[in-house]
Structures are given as C-alpha cells and as structure tokens.
C-alpha cells in the first residue's frame, strides 16, 4: 500500500529517507531502500540481488537493476551514494 501519490508515495509504514541523508547502495537494508521515492520492497530485493552479485561502483550503477531506468535514477540521484564495495568472491587461487 502506498501513502501519498506521485514522487512524494512511500510505502505504507515506512518513513521517507531523512532529507539531506544519502542511503548507501551498497549497505542499505531492504526497508531503507524501500523508503527511496519510487523503490518499493520488489525494487529494494533487486538491489539487494544485484549488488550480491555486483556492488555498485557508482550511483549511476543502480540503472542495471531490473526495474529501473534512467527516469528513477534522475529522482534518486541527490538522495543515494555508494560507499564501501565489497568484492564478490569468485574463488580464484593465488
């Protein structure tokens, strides 16, 4: 259920992200990057998917995620950031 309409809609029990506060792409929980504008929990379990698998090396990286265009990734952009980059493990010998 959403609460509110059009850009300003979050879901229902989730508080917006604090203004001025970037959430971290790469560290956020599910719930904190369910209260972004446009990103509800499927698109926040994207995410999480993908930077399992890829974490992001910038913002812009979040457009990769399914669900999400360049349109979205406009309405984020001020609002998220990507911090430290854990290396996905590929299981090479040294």
């Known amino acids: 259920m ?4 059009g850009r300003g ?4 029990g989730a508080a917006p992200v604090e203004e001025g506060r ?3 792409l790469n560290t956020a929980s599910a719930e904190e990057l369910a209260r972004l504008p446009g990103i509800g929990p499927a698109k926040a379990q994207a995410i999480i ?4 698998q890829e ?3 910038k913002p812009e990286d979040l457009i ?3 669900g999400i265009g360049e349109k979205l990734y406009d309405r984020l952009k001020d609002q998220i950031t ?3 980059q854990k ?3 590929k299981g090479r010998g040294g």
């Open 87 to 89: 290396p996905v493990s």
């Open 55 to 57: 974490p992001f090396a």
């Open 82 to 84: 990507v911090g430290e």
């Open 64 to 66: 990769k995620v399914k």
């Open 2 to 5: 959403l609460v509110g309409s």
């Open 22 to 24: 970037r959430v971290d």
């Open 9 to 12: 809609a979050v879901a229902a």
């Open 49 to 52: 998917e993908h930077r399992a």
